[in-house]
């Protein structure tokens, strides 16, 4: 293994000139995870907040809070949050993300499971913390009643979007709906 | 070759290793894996007889290549010993200081946690030493006709996180919106047959398996999907997520890694610019391609090293 060995000399000799001593990183996950928080870029109608950063020592996975406000869309003038979690696995799973308002949405359940394809079939390692705002945001830009989790929401939003769309203000005030309590959001 | 390997998992592809390692006269063979012995193994695994069924694979296969060993220097007192050493255990248990004592460290590992663990444990070897210590790592793939070789010489060719982007996506499950309210493929109505109307059921009984099938008949025919497919034996391979292993595909791409390993001891290749990438497919004719992965300057892993 003469080739190896030499190589290993050249190499340690350049550690030498060079005095440097690069040190260990955190997990890959972590690491990977503050380089998406370092070249993130918030879209204007969403709020991030660091709960748990991919730096904390802490044994607990790194937790981010999104607060998503759409401009526009059925979901105007409401504030959303989210809760997002990173694995040691992460990229090669997505996070897992949890709406923390129990809200009347086609694609989320009242247990606030969420029905997006990229954290879930479509998900891929390429992918990153940009892409799942994004894909969040869009939940409530384009709502679409296929793949429903919330069945109700999804066929009344086919039926009739103009009742889809009273129903949804109301509970966005945080009126019940059905003897179901929604939270306000409005605030 | 006068050195010590280490050869991970002793499935499909650690037979064929450890009986190509054992071929090429390795001094010291050690295997690590902390499965049993099926009976659906012994097609392929061929150190394994039916009555090693419910052994510790690397045991069995360790014992069986001391065994032949002694044999071959029965026959012939000339022939170089072979030791083969066994671990029933799991792999990310073994703390680094394990690692160092081998000159290679091949693997045929069957899931991407472990890989991406040894490939950690490696470069940080590598990284903690000042390159003082430096152990490569071949790491043999397959999945049916398909295969990979990529060989990682820490520090100095692209580590196993250096091509962490190019794999497919890993999730084998379905999301629940869509088997339930808008399935569209034969395996939806199965994943719903499975978890929601039959979640109890045995699938190593034919009844549970029949009633399985009906309800997953039923359900395709309701929405429409094409049934063809929809046999009891393509519905047990969903269900217990079995992917078909090729032997052959085993034998060439456990042949491929132990290449390497012989090609790197005996200096055949130049390490900075050999291909360190093999990929095979062998599903339409015969397919392979070789070639240098770059080294990511940002990974992971070996970033900055």
Request: hydrophobic share 35%.
């Amino acid at each position: 293994m003469l080739k190896l060995r030499q190589l290993q000399k050249q190499k340690q000799q350049e550690i030498n000139k060079k005095g440097s001593t690069s040190s260990p990183c955190t997990s890959a996950a972590r690491t990977r995870l503050q380089r998406d928080l370092d070249s993130l870029e918030v879209p204007p109608t969403t709020q991030l907040q660091i709960l748990r950063a991919p730096t904390d020592q802490s044994r607990d996975p790194p937790l981010l809070r999104l607060i998503v406000s759409p401009d526009e869309g059925f979901y105007r003038k409401g504030h959303f949050t989210f809760e997002m979690t990173f694995t040691e696995k992460y990229p090669i799973e997505p996070p897992q993300v949890r709406c923390m308002n129990q809200i009347f949405h086609p694609n989320i359940d009242l247990q606030g499971k969420i029905c997006l394809n990229i954290l879930r079939e479509d998900w891929s390692p390429a992918l990153d913390l940009q892409s799942v705002i994004i894909g969040i945001l869009f939940l409530f830009l384009e709502v679409s009643g296929r793949d429903p989790l919330n069945k109700q929401a999804a066929s009344l939003l086919d039926e009739n979007p103009n009742k889809f769309s009273r129903l949804v203000q109301q509970t966005m005030a945080g009126y019940s709906l059905d003897g179901q309590h929604y939270d306000n959001v409005l605030n | 070759m006068d050195c010590k390997i280490l050869v991970l998992g002793a499935g499909g592809l650690g037979c064929e290793m450890l009986k190509d390692l054992a071929m090429c006269n390795v001094r010291e063979i050690h295997v690590v894996d902390m499965d049993t012995i099926e009976l659906t193994n012994l097609n392929r695994q061929f150190l394994f007889r039916e009555s090693d069924i419910g052994k510790p694979k690397a045991q069995v296969a360790a014992d069986y290549i001391n065994n032949w060993s002694k044999k071959r220097r029965e026959l012939n007192s000339g022939a170089k010993r072979v030791l083969a050493v066994s671990y029933v255990q799991d792999l990310t248990s073994f703390e680094p200081e394990f690692f160092k004592q081998f000159a290679f460290v091949i693997s045929g590992l069957d899931a991407i946690e472990p890989r991406r663990f040894v490939n950690e444990t490696l470069v940080n070897i590598t990284r903690n030493t000042g390159y003082s210590v430096c152990i490569p790592f071949i790491d043999g793939g397959t999945e049916g006709y398909k295969g990979h070789v990529k060989t990682i010489v820490p520090g100095i060719t692209a580590c196993w996180e250096c091509s962490i982007d190019t794999l497919p996506s890993q999730q084998h499950t379905y999301p629940m919106c869509t088997i339930a309210n808008n399935p569209r493929t034969t395996e939806h109505v199965i994943e719903y047959a499975l978890t929601v109307q039959f979640p109890n059921a045995d699938l190593d009984n034919p009844n549970d398996v029949n009633k399985l099938l009906d309800f997953s008949r039923t359900r395709a025919h309701e929405f429409g999907i094409d049934q063809t497919d929809l046999t009891a034996s393509y519905l047990l391979g969903i269900a217990k997520n079995i992917i078909p292993s090729v032997s052959t595909t085993n034998a060439m791409i456990a042949a491929a890694c132990c290449e390497r390993a012989t090609a790197i001891y005996y200096d055949l290749v130049d390490i900075e610019t050999m291909d360190t990438f093999t990929i095979f497919n062998g599903s339409n004719g015969f397919f392979s391609h070789s070639f240098q992965y770059q080294r990511n300057p940002d990974c992971l892993v070996c970033g900055g090293l």
